[in-house]
């Protein structure tokens, strides 16, 4: 099993251990692509991270950007700070109610981004898009 396998799977395991709901397979690549959708709405991934930190979540996103250990989220402050209507169109293409969306975003992007920021640094623009890139072609192709 592999990191996106990983992560997509205790996202979807926190959205209540309803894998028949959220459709585990689809749910789980879902999830991942409607993260990278995110990211690259909000023009990359400083982009994204700076939705939340001015949200007031500067030191959870230090800490998932850090080489330390990350600070969690709740379904409720990524609804905070990516708005209402964000998460209810997430929650539409993965077929799940709004709240199981931001909790399930809130378990994944702190692993994610983690990964996505190695040795504490966030990845320009191309670099953060190959990155993503691979991590999905392995995803739906091994």
């Known amino acids: 099993m592999g990191l996106f396998d990983q ?6 395991d926190m959205l209540g251990n309803n894998k028949e709901a959220a459709g585990a397979a689809a749910g789980q ?4 692509a409607s993260v990278m959708e995110l990211i690259n709405q909000h023009g990359g991934l400083q982009g994204l991270l700076q939705k939340f930190q ?8 230090a800490s998932w950007i850090g080489t330390g250990a990350n600070a969690s989220v709740s379904g409720e402050q990524v609804q905070g700070a990516l708005g209402a209507d964000t998460i209810t169109r997430v929650a539409a293409k993965l077929g799940l109610p709004a709240d199981a969306a931001s909790g399930g975003l809130a378990a994944l992007l702190p692993q994610l981004i983690d ?9 320009e ?3 953060l898009m190959a990155q993503g890139l691979n991590l999905l072609k392995g995803k739906f192709f091994g």
């Open 29 to 32: 690549s879902g999830l991942l």
């Open 125 to 127: 623009g191309n670099d």
């Open 54 to 61: 001015e949200s007031g979540l500067q030191d959870q996103v």
């Open 7 to 12: 992560l997509a799977g205790q996202a979807i």
């Open 115 to 123: 990964h996505l920021t190695p040795n504490g640094q966030v990845p």
